[in-house]
Nanobody
Framework: QVRLVESGGGSVQAGESLRLSCAASGYDAGDYCMGWFRQAPGEEREGVAAITASGETKSYSDSVKGRFTISQGNAKNTIYLQMDSLKPEDTAVYYC???????????????????WGQGTQVTVSS
């Protein structure tokens, strides 16, 4: 059974950093594209960052490019999102997601992801 568990969220001041983690289990880690998404109250879900199974290719939304970094752990069963220079507009629930199938990489488009974590809240105050 595929399981994705996010952690690392919290409340910080603008300009500070957080590191989110996504622990994946129940499948062969490293075979699937992974992504981080976020959803603020009253807003649509937004793709933030994505990484291919090999870890060689990473994608970022314009709103976080240069501030956020997605990475894999050595065993590829953990995905990280390093968030620096946080802004109040980064406040949202952040979700980790796994692609529906091996080889299906839709980067920041959520239709390609079939498994989601429960989310972790990130709150940035000014």
């Amino acid at each position: 059974q595929v399981r994705l568990v996010e952690s690392g969220g919290g409340s910080v001041q603008a300009g500070e950093s957080l590191r989110l983690s996504c622990a994946a289990s129940g499948y062969d880690a490293g075979d699937y594209c992974m992504g981080w998404f976020r959803q603020a109250p009253g807003e649509e879900r937004e793709g933030v960052a994505a990484i291919t199974a090999s870890g060689e290719t990473k994608s970022y939304s314009d709103s976080v490019k240069g501030r956020f970094t997605i990475s894999q752990g050595n065993a590829k069963n953990t995905i990280y999102l390093q968030m620096d220079s946080l802004k109040p507009e980064d406040t949202a629930v952040y979700y980790c997601a796994r692609a529906r199938f091996v080889g299906m990489c839709t980067n920041l488009a959520d239709y390609g992801y079939g498994y989601w974590g429960q989310g972790t809240q990130v709150t940035v105050s000014s």
